[in-house]
């Protein structure tokens, strides 16, 4: 069984930082590709960042320059360090993992709120 878990998320002022962890465990024999996505209030689910096992990146347009996807493979983990925050950055972030082949696997979601 494979656990996919986030942590990290909060409230923060506009302008601020706040740096995502995602952990995966369980029976992995195979990590690939890694990513973030986020679902804001009353929208669809939206790519945020991803990262491949080699540590290509890609970002969505939104977040260029000012979010950062990085991935430590000796503790299959992958992080989001998010600067200059924006109230449109408000969302419930999830984390997603491509494990053993193919296989997609989400968490559980961590909220991110940009107020002041």
């Known amino acids: 069984q494979v656990h996919v878990v986030e942590s990290g998320g909060g409230l923060v002022q506009p302008g601020g930082s706040l740096r995502l962890s995602c952990a995966a465990s369980?029976?992995?024999?195979?990590?690939?590709?890694m990513g973030w996505y986020r679902q804001a209030a009353g929208k669809q689910r939206e790519l945020v960042a991803t990262?491949?096992?080699?540590?290509?990146?890609n970002y969505a347009d939104s977040v260029k320059g000012r979010f950062t996807i990085s991935r430590d493979n000796a503790k299959n983990t992958v992080f989001l360090q998010m600067n200059s925050l924006k109230p449109e950055d408000t969302a419930v972030y999830y984390c997603?993992?491509?494990?053993?082949?193919?296989?997609?696997?989400w968490g559980q979601g961590t909220q991110v709120t940009v107020s002041s």
């Open positions: 997603n993992a491509n494990i053993n082949a193919g296989l997609l696997y």
């Open positions: 369980g029976t992995i024999f195979s990590l690939n590709a």
């Open positions: 990262i491949s096992s080699g540590g290509l990146s």
